[in-house]
């Protein structure tokens, strides 16, 4: 397979370069430190067409396929993480359930809006008591008449406070049944859905993570995505895409700490020679240049087959854990070769060391995606 970059994806790539210089690199510090969300950025995003990368032409996106997904995300998450984090979750959970899930009429009525970046989209499977345990989930929707009543709570949602519009899994049935929850598009302004405690984040400061709360929030039976009882196997699918999303968002991670790296160890000199000279160092970048590529083609193969529309749950897990591993290790060395500097805000290698750790962590733990990765090998 080819995994060159073809016409879309370099002109992707210099748009964003262009429009990053511009309009993020001055600013990342201030949000990183603030911990702010700039929303605005966003809503830019929407008119240069990175906010409905997959989303077809007749609905307002751009219409185009993963490699080209894979190359906005990481373009953007090389000049900062927490923006890329939040272009990922906009595209591939919230805008990426109801492209692949809803009715027509659905799909006319949101996504217009999703793609233009005119609505944020959120997320919500993940509760205070369930993580990867997801089927013990506890805010519940209960039939009354042709609405439903959503109470309970949501937390670690991307856009939680500043989304317009969220798709929601909740539990319809028992507990621990994969058949007994159900996805709820909601809109913000609904009556009994609010936000709730913004969280305070080691990294990806740039990307909004809140609770969502619902208190007797009724909902139209035209807002329930697929079948009642489908919302655990449609989120399982939905979240195979995701892992490309995350692999594509470590990608940029890991490409921004080594091009810093490589170029201080070329500017940084002792005992007269700079510092790629010494072994210690140029064995550090030859084995952060081949995780890279590793990371590259791990992700690429994942999405020919998601493009191809071909099983695969095992290859995007595989990426996904493979290039978040590969985002912490080459992040952690930059810092290394930089040394000092490295550990201070003068440089971005630190910002891309605390961002990295989210890639192994959400969207399915490393521990989690070698769970799914050796149930698909024992099959």
């Known amino acids: ?31 990183d430190d603030d911990q702010e969300f700039p929303v605005h950025i966003f809503k830019k995003f929407g008119e240069l067409g990175l906010m409905g990368v997959l989303v077809p032409q007749e609905y307002g996106g751009s219409g185009f396929g993963y490699h080209e997904y894979i190359t906005v995300v990481s373009e953007v ?7 890329g984090l939040s272009v990922a979750a906009h595209n591939s959970l919230c805008t990426g359930h109801i492209l692949q899930f809803g009715n027509k009429e659905q799909k006319k009525r949101w996504l217009p809006k999703l793609a233009t970046a005119e609505w944020i989209g959120a997320w919500g499977l993940t509760e205070p008591n369930t993580g990867s345990d997801a089927g013990n989930m506890k805010t519940t929707a209960k039939k009354d008449g042709n609405e439903w009543v959503i109470n309970g709570t949501k937390n670690w949602i991307t856009h939680g406070k500043s989304g317009d519009i969220a798709v929601v899994i909740v539990r319809t049935g028992e507990i621990g049944d994969s058949h007994g929850m159900t996805a709820f598009v909601v809109e913000r302004g609904t009556p009994g859905f609010k936000a709730g405690k913004k969280e305070d984040k080691l990294g990806m400061r740039s990307s909004e993570t809140a609770e969502m709360i619902f208190e007797d929030c009724r909902i139209p039976e035209e807002n329930v995505l697929g079948e009642v009882g489908a919302g655990f196997i449609q989120s399982m699918k ?34 007269n020679q700079p510092i790629s000279n010494f072994q210690g160092i140029s064995f550090k970048l030859a084995d952060m240049a081949t995780k890279l590529e590793g990371a590259k083609l791990l992700t690429h193969q994942a999405a020919q087959l998601k493009n191809e529309g071909k099983p695969m749950t095992k290859e995007s897990a595989m990426a996904k854990y493979y290039a978040s591993e590969c985002a912490v290790e080459c992040s952690t060395e930059a810092v290394q070769i930089f040394g000092g500097y490295g550990y201070t805000k003068d440089y971005p290698v630190e910002k891309y060391y605390r961002d990295s750790k989210l890639c192994t962590i959400g969207e399915g733990t490393s521990e989690i995606q070698k769970l799914v990765i050796s149930r698909e090998i024992l099959k």
């Open 1 to 31: 397979m080819d995994f060159e970059m073809n016409e879309n994806q370099l002109l992707i790539a210099d748009m964003i370069k262009d429009f990053g210089e511009r309009e993020i690199t001055p600013y990342r510090n201030k949000w």
């Open 238 to 271: 939905v979240l195979d895409g995701g892992r490309i999303s995350i692999a594509a968002l470590s990608l940029g991670i890991a490409e921004g700490a080594f091009n810093e790296a490589v170029q201080y160890s070329q500017e940084r000199h002792q005992f």
């Open 77 to 83: 998450a090389k000049l900062d993480p927490g923006v």
